[in-house]
C-alpha cells in the first residue's frame, strides 16, 4: 500500500548512506526513497519485508490465479497499451457470463500489491460470482512506479485521456469492447493508492463511471507533487476542490479510525467532494460486526432519498482492507465487508 516501512523493520544498514531517511516520517519514506534520482540508495536494499505489514514479511499469500476457479468461470491476463504506456490486467468472468449484457466493477490494488494479491484479499470474485458481473484489476508495473503504486499524486496522472487515468480508462474500454457489459453500469473502486487512483477515474470520467469505491484512499486533487503528498497523506488535502461545475458520482468510502499511514481526514475529504454543497441530508448509524469491530455508516442523500455517499469508519481499523481474507496482504477480517457493501451500494447507482 502507501506504507512502506513498519514498526519492526531492521534499521537502516550503516554505510548505505541513507541515515538522512531516519529523519523522514516512517509511513512515508518509501514514498520518498522511491523518487530519488537514479544511484542514490533506496530503502529497497535494506529489507525484502519492508512492503508487507509487521509479521507478515517473507510470508507468500496466495494468488487468486493460482486458487480454485468455478467451473465455468475464467480468470484472464491481457494488457493494453496508448501513447501513455502499456498496463496489463487481469479479468475475471463468472461462470454465469452467458452474454448478455453485465456490470463491470474495476479494481485499483495498492502499493506493493498485484492483481492476483488484490483479487485475493479482497474477495471481490467471489462476490462476482454471486452477483453475475465482470471484475477487471489492471496492474501497475515496477518500471512506472518501483513500488507499484498508481501516481496518484502526480499531476500529469490526474487528468483526463493523459497519463495512468488514460490507461486506465482504456482497460475499461477494452473489456466492454470485448464483452458485453451494461455501459450504465460500470464502477471504479481501489485501496490507498488504488483508491486515490478511484477517486481521480470518477472525476476525471464520470461519463464512463457510474459510482466509485474508496478504501483508505485519498481525494482527487489531495496532492500534486511529492511534498504535498506526505502533507496529504498525514492530514487529508492540502488545498480546496475544484470549484468548477461537475458531474456528482456517488461514492462509498471506507477508513479505519486507526490508520497511521493515510489520515482518516482523507476520508471525509473523498465524502465532501462527492457531495453537492446543498439539498442534501444525513443518516448516521452504528454497529458492530458479530466478534469483531464497531463501525458507523454517515448516508449522505439527495431530496429523494438516493443515497449520494456512504462513508464507513471503522473503529480501530488500520490500513487495511475492511473484512477482507488473510490470503491476500493488508486486510482485516474483522470488519465489516467492504467488498460487498461496495458490490450494494453499486447496485443502487446507474449512469445516465
Known sequence: MINFSHRNAPELQAG???????????????????????????????????????????????????????????????????????????????????????????????CTQSPDDFAAGTRMNAAAEEHTCLVVYPGQTAAAHPQRCWKWFSAEDQQREAGEPSLIAGITRQVMQDYAVDPARVYAAGMSAGGAAAAIMGEAYP??????????????????????????????RGRPASGKPRRIVPAIV??????????????????????????????????????????????????????????????GAGHAWSGGSAAGSYTDPLGPDATREMLRFFGQHRRG
Open 207 to 236: 461519463d464512463l463511471y457510474a459510482a466509485i469505491g474508496v478504501h483508505s484512499g485519498l481525494a482527487c486533487g489531495a496532492a500534486y507533487d511529492l511534498p504535498s503528498a506526505m502533507a496529504a497523506m498525514q492530514r487529508g
Open 254 to 315: 471506507f477508513h479505519g479510525d486507526r490508520d497511521k499511514t493515510v489520515s482518516p481526514r482523507n476520508g471525509e475529504d473523498v465524502v465532501e467532494q462527492a457531495v453537492p454543497g446543498t439539498g442534501s441530508r444525513t443518516r448516521t448509524v452504528r454497529r458492530q460486526v458479530p466478534g469483531g469491530r464497531n463501525y458507523t455508516c454517515t448516508v449522505h442523500m439527495d431530496e429523494t432519498g438516493r443515497p449520494l455517499t456512504e462513508h464507513w469508519v471503522i473503529e
Open 16 to 110: 548505505i548512506g541513507a541515515d538522512w531517511l531516519r529523519f523522514v516520517p516512517a509511513n512515508v519514506r518509501g514514498l520518498v526513497a522511491s523518487h530519488l534520482p537514479p544511484g542514490l540508495p533506496t530503502l529497497d536494499r535494506v529489507a525484502a519485508g519492508l512492503s508487507r505489514p509487521a509479521g507478515l514479511a517473507g510470508q507468500r499469500f496466495a494468488s487468486q490465479g493460482e486458487a480454485s476457479i468455478p467451473d465455468g468461470a475464467r480468470f484472464l491476463s491481457g494488457s493494453f497499451s496508448n501513447a501513455a504506456g502499456s498496463r496489463p490486467y487481469k479479468l475475471y468472468v463468472p461462470s454465469g457470463y452467458t452474454g448478455e449484457p453485465v456490470p463491470l466493477v474495476v479494481m485499483l490494488h495498492g
